[in-house]
């Protein structure tokens, strides 16, 4: 058995350890659960996350366009109980002047050989950090990360906890607990820059139009713990110009010919854009109302198409100005059959209450629902500029 001081911590009646101790031990003892499965003291453990965490600690995730250091400096929680006891021994301790005191040492015995790891099976428990401890499981250790190097972590210990007890520390560490809202998280990443990649330029893409005076977001995007009145979470700006065909078109198209000036070029075509939307619905995103058009689905319908529009434009060799970009809006009510209505953006059906009418106003209250009205509209839209009814512009 491998002894191991730990140090006492009292916090009104209740006693705990602080302890220092190698993980790849502690995940041997563990109470076994299998990925997914209900526990009574945690959450089901999530099988990527650990192998995520067992990548970092063998420096094989890319931080600020470095290996990874692979340190985990917060304290995981555990409960011991049975033969897995924190026990007590006086010592005596020689000072440098030869005096003797005597003072009460804690410790804790440890299994080490396969048997006597087999004889303390399920009388240690995770009751928080268990992703950082499994991700040290022999069966998770990423090949990178060799047993022979040292590593140790800081383990807070508790000794046979009451079953109340088990339950306040899971709400105290879980519930009670205020997560870093993902916004702030980026804005925080940005500040420290481990942005990197898409990511970054992404980030540099939104701040570039919300401090540009002239774009219709000017002061909407809100950035780390802004809160703007119907303003749209950088977060949410980020995955819809990621996955919507806006940063394609920038990768594409504005930064190969424009390199230095690209994200200042691309935010210009994006305020044209925008600018021509706002001309063309009669709706300003610097005082939105209660038009979807200035909603988050709304954004996300208009980014959507902004790249099919764009090229379209270029194809037709026609220049990314906000008139250009205005002659094919204007087309979007005759091309979808919309000309009594308010063409694409359809809260208000005060002067149409038809089934496709509520259709598309349902569409803009899911995102899928959304993308899916969106492609089907440009592809109806650049027929009907292509000429396909009878229309060449």
Request: charged share 30%.
């Amino acid at each position: 058995m491998k002894k191991v001081i730990v140090n006492k911590i009292t916090q009104k009646s209740v006693d705990f350890y602080s302890m220092i101790i190698d993980p790849r031990l502690i995940a041997k003892l563990r109470k076994k659960y299998t990925a997914g499965e209900k526990q009574d003291v945690q959450r089901p453990w999530i099988e990527n996350k650990v192998k995520d965490i067992s990548e970092y600690v063998a420096g094989k995730t890319i931080v600020e366009n470095k290996k990874s250091l692979g340190l985990i400096p917060n304290a995981p929680i555990i409960n011991v109980k049975k033969d897995l006891r924190v026990q007590q021994e006086e010592i005596t301790i020689i000072g440098s002047n030869g005096d003797r005191r005597v003072e009460t040492q804690y410790f804790i015995l440890f299994p080490e050989t396969d048997e006597e790891i087999e004889n303390c099976q399920n009388q240690l428990e995770i009751i928080d950090g268990q992703h950082r401890i499994i991700a040290f499981d022999q069966s998770y250790m990423d090949p990178n990360f060799s047993n022979d190097q040292p590593y140790e972590m800081n383990f807070s210990l508790f000794d046979n906890l009451t079953d109340n007890q088990r339950k306040e520390i899971f709400m105290v560490t879980n519930e009670k607990q205020d997560k870093v809202a993902k916004n702030l998280l980026r804005y925080i990443k940005k500040s420290l820059g481990l942005l990197i990649g898409e990511d970054n330029i992404t980030y540099d893409i939104l701040d570039y139009l919300n401090n540009e005076s002239s774009s219709p977001l000017y002061q909407r995007i809100m950035f780390g713990a802004d809160k703007i009145k119907k303003g749209y979470q950088e977060t949410q700006m980020s995955k819809i110009f990621k996955l919507y065909g806006a940063k394609k078109f920038f990768d594409n198209y504005v930064e190969k010919q424009y390199e230095e000036e690209a994200i200042s070029t691309f935010a210009m075509i994006i305020n044209n854009y925008l600018g021509a939307w706002e001309i063309a619905s009669n709706v300003s995103f610097q005082n939105p109302e209660s038009d979807t058009i200035t909603k988050i689905s709304g954004l996300r319908y208009l980014l959507y198409i902004f790249q099919d529009i764009c090229i379209q434009l270029m194809n037709h060799r026609k220049k990314l100005t906000k008139e250009n970009f205005l002659e094919i809006i204007k087309l979007f009510p005759k091309a979808l059959d919309l000309e009594n209505v308010k063409c694409v953006f359809c809260d208000d059906r005060s002067n149409d209450s038809s089934s496709i009418m509520i259709e598309r106003s349902l569409a803009f209250r899911g995102e899928g629902a959304t993308i899916a009205l969106a492609k089907k509209d440009v592809q109806k839209v650049i027929s009907y500029h292509n000429g396909e009814n009878g229309i060449l512009l």
